[in-house]
C-alpha cells in the first residue's frame, strides 16, 4: 500500500540495548523526519534528511543515529537505549516545503 | 527565534457548536507555509489545513477554515458544526526550511 509506514509500532527494550526503529515511505519523498513526542513537549525534531545520503541533526539529536541510502527508507538507531528515550516516535515525509505525512507512530519504552 | 504559540492547552464545546482554536507565530520571513494537524487519540497525526502565505484568501476545507492575519501573525483554525470525532489534539505548524516549527498544542473535547 501506498504511504508511510514504521516499524515495529510497539517496542520495550531494556536500558543500554540498541534499538532500531523502521521508517518506509512509498511516496519517493525527498525529505524525512524523525520526531519524538512527549507530554508537555510536543513533538521535537531528532533528525531530518532532505535527500538519500544526506541527513542533519534537529532539535534533539544526541543518543540517536539516522542512514538513509534509500530514499524510501529512514532508520532511526538508539545506540544504548536510557530510561529518557522512552517516548512515542514519529517518521514523517514530505516533498519541498510543504506539509509533512506522517506515520503511524512507536511507542518505544526503556527499562 | 522563530516560534509558534497555541494559548489555549484545552477547549471544550458542544457538539454542534462552532469553535476556534488560536496559532500565532512569529517569523521574519515574507513567504512561507502553515498548517494545522490532528492529532486523535488514535496516535495518529492527520493534516487537517494548509494556507500559503502569500495567499490572501483563507483556506477551508468542508467544516474547517482558517483566519489567516499575516500582519498580526494569527493563524487560527475554526471548526463548525463540530463532531464527536473531532475530539482530538490541534497542532498548529509553520514551516522553515523544510522542518516545521510546532506549537505546543490545543486538546479539543467534543461533548455529547
Known amino acids: 500500500d501506498a504511504g508511510i509506514t514504521q516499524s515495529p509500532r510497539y517496542k520495550i527494550t531494556e536500558t543500554g540495548r540498541q534499538v532500531t526503529l523502521m521508517c518506509h515511505q512509498t511516496?519517493?519523498?525527498?525529505?524525512m523526519f524523525w520526531y519524538r513526542q512527549d507530554l508537555g513537549h510536543g513533538l521535537r525534531l531528532i533528525y531530518y534528511s532532505a535527500a538519500a545520503d544526506i541527513t542533519d541533526k534537529g532539535e534533539v539529536p544526541d543518543g540517536y543515529v539516522v542512514s538513509r541510502s534509500k530514499t524510501e527508507n529512514f532508520p532511526l538507531t538508539l545506540e544504548s537505549a536510557t530510561r529518557s528515550q522512552t517516548s512515542v516516535y514519529f517518521c514523517?515525509?514530505?516533498?519541498?516545503?510543504?506539509?509533512?505525512?506522517f506515520g503511524p507512530g512507536t511507542r518505544l519504552t526503556v527499562t | 527565534a522563530q516560534t509558534v504559540t497555541q494559548s489555549q492547552p484545552e477547549m471544550s464545546v458542544q457538539e454542534a457548536e462552532t469553535v476556534t482554536l488560536s496559532c500565532t507565530y512569529d517569523?521574519?520571513?515574507?513567504?512561507?507555509?502553515l498548517f494545522w494537524y490532528k492529532q486523535p487519540p488514535s496516535r495518529q497525526m492527520i493534516l487537517v489545513i494548509r494556507q500559503e502565505a502569500y495567499k490572501q484568501q483563507n483556506a477551508t476545507e468542508n467544516r474547517f477554515s482558517v483566519n489567516f492575519q499575516k500582519a498580526a501573525k494569527s493563524f487560527s483554525l475554526k471548526i463548525s458544526d463540530s463532531q464527536l470525532g473531532d475530539t482530538a489534539m490541534y497542532f498548529c505548524?509553520?514551516?522553515?526550511?523544510?522542518?516545521?516549527?510546532w506549537g505546543a498544542g490545543t486538546k479539543l473535547i467534543i461533548k455529547p
Open positions: 517569523t521574519s520571513e515574507s513567504n512561507y507555509y
Open positions: 511516496w519517493s519523498h525527498s525529505y
Open positions: 505548524a509553520f514551516s522553515k526550511n523544510y522542518q516545521l516549527i
Open positions: 514523517a515525509s514530505s516533498e519541498a516545503a510543504y506539509e509533512q505525512y
